[in-house]
């Protein structure tokens, strides 16, 4: 017992020690007039002394840095408000993720991008080599081809307001072989304007460019070049929110133009009469039931003017459309958000031969992340494809896709896309439905933020019911470049 009480009175000696000689150390510091802490006030006297440690990660952590204002313990009410600039050690400190977890690196290896003002321009050179096996019935056409491909995005760094560009552009050109190249190009920009606190109204304008494929129903038979389709669009949106309740109200506009299509003697055929215009107005109402869930309705009216009254045929394909859907919209954050809808659209012509063109709608889309660095992307949609057959008035196309993207590495990220695309000929007109299906998996390996390696794989079959299937199986491997 003695003992206990000479070890103990030993501890407290030394204590004092201890405590004298800091007190000397920190008078020494004030008088040399180290900056922070000359000019701080004295500390406030606390209640009660703060915990020593914590809930959180212990000292062994990685996550040290993180948890040191939980050691410290929480700060006085003198403390918080405090000048910022009288913390001089801690004005730079990390900051942690929004659920706590820690971030895998992966966002710091991005491009940096180009800076214009509060514009931020971020492009991405693509260079591939590439071959290609195409199967119709018995006959084969195989080559080898190198694309070139310019995606881009600009976006604003404004107070309120935002612009943002997406461009992409693709370039073919064959090594070997003489199957027929496949340029594209798309750009889309989007303006919002925050008009009030509960307005907002969106400005959007695009171009799109592609080569009408080989499989749709209009494609000239034994053509050595498909037409080119110029698509230009223009729209406007205004939504504002009346309590739980959501208006949208939209106008647009759509204007297709088509090249010549070549045959393999060189002959071209025009395809004018095909140029045409469309324009309509849509309108959705949605309820708040909760700021995830909102079930909506949506109409929409609008009509389609050909250039030319009266195709190559004697048909007269102008006319109105007409649809309304129901739906439900979700935003549950990166775990699951949304919306789908189902519905019904019809098409009607001016010409009394062609029957008005009418369908069941399913249209949508849906992303699902089952876990970290994992997204699933469903889309659904319904369309009514106009003709260029005498006596048919078109076709009801319906899209499908599947998109599995898998982080496997902080710089190895693996694509799976899937696809199926069935057009339907209405019951009793002359037609051969058909459904194309496609998968392709890629390989994205980042080499640091600015280089790439990607590596594609693809497999597409055109199931054609009257005629011959096709088949075709592409590779390809290449280097993008970022910036």
């Known amino acids: 017992m003695n ?13 004092h020690r201890l405590g004298r000689g800091i007190s000397v150390a920190v008078t020494a510091m004030l008088a040399s007039g180290v900056p922070g802490l000359a ?10 002394p703060a915990p020593l440690y914590s809930a959180g990660p212990s000292a062994a ?3 040290t840095a993180d948890a040191l204002p939980d050691i410290a313990g929480k700060p006085s009410a003198d403390a ?5 600039e009288e913390d001089q050690g801690r004005t730079n400190t990390r900051e942690g993720n929004v659920d706590g977890t820690r971030a895998s690196g992966s966002a710091d290896r991005g491009p940096p991008g180009i800076r214009f003002g509060t514009l931020l321009l971020r492009p991405a050179l693509s260079e591939r080599i590439a071959t290609e096996s195409t199967k119709t019935g018995k006959d ?7 694309e070139t491909e310019l995606k881009g995005t600009l976006t604003t760094d404004w107070s309120r307001h935002e612009l943002s560009v997406t461009g992409q552009g693709a370039w073919q050109k064959n090594i070997s072989g003489t199957a027929e190249t496949e340029p594209t190009a798309d750009i889309a920009a989007d303006l919002r304007l925050d008009l009030a606190d509960k307005t907002v109204a969106h400005l959007t304008a695009g171009y799109n460019f592609g080569r009408e494929s080989t ?22 949106s205004l939504q ?11 106008g647009d506009l759509t204007r297709w133009n088509y090249s010549d299509a070549r045959l393999g003697d060189g002959t071209r055929i025009s395809l004018t009469d095909r140029n045409r215009t469309a324009y309509g107005l849509r309108a959705r109402l949605g309820y708040e039931m909760s700021p995830a869930l909102i079930p909506f309705l949506e109409v929409s009216a609008g009509h389609v003017g050909y250039d030319e009254t009266i195709d190559r045929y004697g048909y007269a394909r102008s006319g109105e459309n007409y649809g309304a859907k129901a739906g439900l919209s979700v935003d549950f954050g990166e775990k699951l958000r949304g919306e789908i809808g189902f519905g019904y659209k019809t098409q009607t012509y001016e010409d009394d031969r062609l029957e008005d063109l009418s369908a069941a709608t399913v249209d949508g889309n849906i992303t699902w992340s089952p876990q970290r660095d994992t997204d699933l992307a469903l889309g659904f949609t319904t369309g009514l494809e106009p003709s260029t057959t005498p006596g048919l008035s078109g076709t009801v196309a319906y899209g499908l896709t599947a998109n599995l993207t898998r982080q496997l590495r902080e710089n190895l990220v693996a694509t799976l896309s899937n696809s199926a695309n069935w057009r339907k000929y209405p019951d009793g007109e002359t037609g051969s439905d058909n459904v194309v299906y496609e998968t392709r998996a890629r390989l994205q390996v980042d080499i640091n933020r600015y280089f790439a390696l990607t590596a594609d794989v693809g497999y597409e079959l055109t199931d054609n019911k009257n005629s011959d299937d096709t088949r075709e199986l592409r590779a390809a491997i290449g280097i993008t470049a970022r910036r």
């Open 240 to 250: 504002h929110d009346f309590g739980r309740l959501r208006g949208t109200v939209a």
């Open 215 to 236: 499989s749709d129903p209009n494609a000239i038979e034994e053509a050595a070049v498909q037409s080119g389709i110029h698509q230009y669009s223009t729209g406007a």
């Open 140 to 146: 084969t056409d195989r080559r080898t081809y190198s």
């Open 3 to 15: 003992f206990g009480i000479r070890k103990e009175a030993g501890d407290t000696r030394a204590a």
């Open 39 to 48: 000019q701080s006030p004295p500390p406030a006297t606390a209640s009660a």
């Open 61 to 63: 952590s990685d996550d």
């Open 80 to 84: 918080a408000i405090a000048p910022a």
